[in-house]
């Protein structure tokens, strides 16, 4: 059974820092790309960050360029997102995505900043 489960999420003043992580099981975890997804409230979920499966490839939407950085650990079958510099704009529920057959969601984590 394919699971995602993401955590690290919190309440983080402007200018904070947050490592959010996703811990996938179910498949092969080194040969899936993984992407991070956000959605904020009264907006439609939109794309993040990506991570290739060997973790040499990464892209990212503009507006994070810079403060945010995707990693992983495929030997702790794990998908990293460190976010620094946060903004009140950064606020939203964070979600990974497994890129593999129909795609798989994790259930998310709430990223709150406010001062």
């Known amino acids: 059974q394919v699971q995602l489960v993401e955590s690290g999420g919190g309440l983080v003043q402007p200018g904070g820092s947050l490592r959010l992580s996703c811990v996938v099981s179910?498949?092969?975890?080194?040969?899936?790309?993984i992407s991070w997804y956000r959605q904020s409230p009264g907006k439609e979920r939109e794309f993040v960050a990506f991570i290739t499966g060997n973790g040499a490839g990464t892209n990212y939407r503009d507006s994070v360029k810079g403060r945010f950085s995707i990693s992983r650990d495929n030997d702790k079958n794990t998908v990293y997102l460190q976010i620094n510099s946060l903004k009140p704009a950064d606020t939203a529920v964070y979600y990974c995505?497994?890129?593999w057959g129909k795609g798989y969601w994790g259930q998310g984590t709430q990223v709150t900043v406010s001062s």
């Open positions: 179910g498949f092969t975890f080194s040969n899936i790309p």
């Open positions: 995505k497994a890129i």
